[in-house]
Structures are given as C-alpha cells and as structure tokens.
C-alpha cells in the first residue's frame, strides 16, 4: 500500500460467491521480499483469497492494495473509478500465479509456453524473449527439455516450466496455490527446490501449500485460514509447533 513495505495489503476484505461467504473480514499486510505460507483446510477460502490478488475474482467488501495501487479502482482527486479491462490485464501483470494444475499450453514447447508472455502480452522481441527463457528454464532446471512438448514431461517438469513461464512476465509477486498437490510424490522435492531457490533470490512469494516441512523452512510466517478467516498468523516456530489456537493445533 502507499507509503509502506507492504506489496499486498488486505483490510477486512471479503469475497461473496452468492450467498455464502467465501472470505470474511481478512485484514493482513504482506511485506516486500516476505515469503508468507498459508495452510488450512479444503474450503477454508486460501485460492479464493490468492485469486482475489491475482484479481481472478472480484472482492466484495473491504479493500485490497498490490504493489500500492488499489485493486480494480483507480483514484482522481477524491474520486475512485473502475479500471477498465485493458487497465486490469496491466495491474494483474504485478502477480505471477502458479496453480496445482500446471496448464501450460499443450501445442507449445516448453520454450514456446514461456516466450508466449513476453512476446505476445510484454511486446518483446523474440530473440530477447528466447534468451531469457532459456535462462529461466536453466534455473528450473530444464534446458536440456526446451523443445519437449508438456505431454512429454513429467509433471514436476510441467510444474518447474510453469514457474519459469510466470517468472518470465517479470513479476514482483508469485503466487503458489498448492503447486505439489497435483503431483507424484517423488516429484514434489524438484519443485519445492525451484521454490526454494526463488526464495533465496528474495522474491515475493505467497505460498498455499500443505508441505509444512518447506513452511517450517522457507516461510517467514504463516496464516492459517478456517471457514473464509485468518485464524492466527505468525512465525513458523510458532504457528506450526506451539498454535494458540485449537483449530490450528488440530489442524497440523
Ligand atoms: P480452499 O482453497 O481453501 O480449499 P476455496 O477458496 O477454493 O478454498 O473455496 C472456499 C469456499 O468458497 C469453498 O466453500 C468453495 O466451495 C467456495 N467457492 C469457491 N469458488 C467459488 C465459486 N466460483 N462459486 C461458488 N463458491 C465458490
Ligand atoms: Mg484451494
């Protein structure tokens, strides 16, 4: 939010799907360079809330600000109105998102689905957009595929393509909505790695995940969410080995 260190900031924000109430009063700054862990239970509201950032969803109540611009609303002199399309596609382009189901674009390589971004949306020239993909695919590490179609990798590949593709539209924000959910077990280490690393080069990093060993690890805090609410927030020593809460003791 302006003024502040804060990439995201929520307050008492709310998102209504109809009737039922998806998220409710979620107030929470999220600080430049913080990587910030969320886990709860199937339904507790964590993808709405990363699509609500990732401006997926519309919020309902309360106000959300990325990167110190207020979501959806632009402000003159004392006026807010709404962004238009064309001034959203451009917001949106602060987040990254990776989801459980990698979704690359299946008649594209694997250097293809990561230009397709810089080229096509960012306007960049392609033999610029091929060098730096071939660097982002080196750092997950898969230079050696970058002519594999997704159907010829495995799903931990498919998954470190797709973290290579979101990096390459150059965000100052990456979203994680349970990248490892989807996959075989023994490829869940090769893509909590790529994370890692991230991390380590200080990325902004909001993470769904249920792999709390790389919580405990890498997040500089945690949220837990019950029923659309932030249920305790902190540290990971704490959150995730002495909770206050009971819901979140029964939870880990
Ligand atoms: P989580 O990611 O924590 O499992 P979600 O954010 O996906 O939870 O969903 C929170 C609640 O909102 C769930 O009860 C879900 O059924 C509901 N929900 C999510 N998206 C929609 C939608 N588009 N329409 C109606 N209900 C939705
Ligand atoms: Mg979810």
């Given amino acids: 939010a302006p003024g502040t260190n804060a990439i995201v900031r929520a307050v008492g924000l709310g998102k209504r799907f109809g009737q039922f109430q998806a998220l409710t009063d979620v107030t929470l700054d999220v600080a430049r360079g913080e ?32 990167d110190d611009e207020l979501v ?17 596609a451009r917001q949106r382009l602060v987040t990254g998102m990776v989801f459980q189901r990698f979704n690359l674009f299946p008649h594209l390589t694997a250097l293809e689905n990561v230009i397709e971004g810089p080229v096509q949306v960012l306007k960049r020239p392609k033999a610029e957009a091929v060098e730096e993909a071939r660097g982002l695919l080196t750092r997950v590490g ?17 998954q470190r393509v797709a973290i290579a593709r979101a990096l390459a539209m150059k965000p100052k924000l990456m979203l994680f909505d349970e990248p490892t959910s989807a996959l075989d077990p023994e490829l869940v280490g090769e893509v909590l790695a790529v994370m890692r690393d ?7 990093m909001i993470v ?39 819901r979140t003791a029964d939870f880990i």
Avoid at 72 to 88: C, F, P, Q
Avoid at 146 to 157: I, K, N, R, T, Y
Avoid at 218 to 244: H, K, N, Q, W, Y
Wanted: proline share 4%; net charge neutral; glycine share 10%.
């Fill in 198 to 204: 991230l991390a380590k080069t200080g990325m902004t």
């Fill in 72 to 88: 959806g609303y632009r402000r003159v002199g004392n006026k807010l109105y709404e962004l238009t399309d064309a001034e959203i």
């Fill in 208 to 246: 769904v995940t249920h792999e709390l060993g790389f919580a405990r690890e890498v997040a500089s805090r945690v949220v837990f969410m019950d029923a659309g609410r932030i249920v305790e927030s902190g540290p990971p020593s704490e959150i995730l080995s002495r909770p206050t809460n009971q």
């Fill in 142 to 158: 898969l230079a050696h595929k970058a002519d594999a179609f997704p159907v010829e990798l495995s799903g931990g590949q498919q």
């Fill in 35 to 66: 990587v910030l862990c969320i886990i709860g239970p199937s339904g507790s509201g964590k993808s709405t809330f990363l699509r609500c950032i990732n401006q997926l969803e519309t919020v309902t109540d309360g106000a959300l600000w990325v």
